[in-house]
């Protein structure tokens, strides 16, 4: 997992936001992605996972919002959230 920092707008730890101010949102996968996910976890693999992402508690319930969603299109559909909510860097 990388460390949290809010895929709407960018606030991380950097910017003095605590840990706890951090949600991670699992989107959903196919079946054929839930399928290979099984395998990397019984072969221990580490890595982010394209379907998580970092929200700050401004957007959390966001996100959340959308969790139910793939997450391509879960993720296109919040990233045209960044530019509406005025906030993006
Ligand atoms: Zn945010």
Redesign the pocket.
Known sequence: MRPPD??????SLRDGEPYSSFTDVWFALTPEEEAIRREQDRQGWVGHPPEVEW??????ALAEEHAHLHWREALELLARQRGQ?G?AR
């Open positions: 809010c895929f709407i707008c960018q606030r929200f700050c508690d401004k957007h959390s909510l906030e």
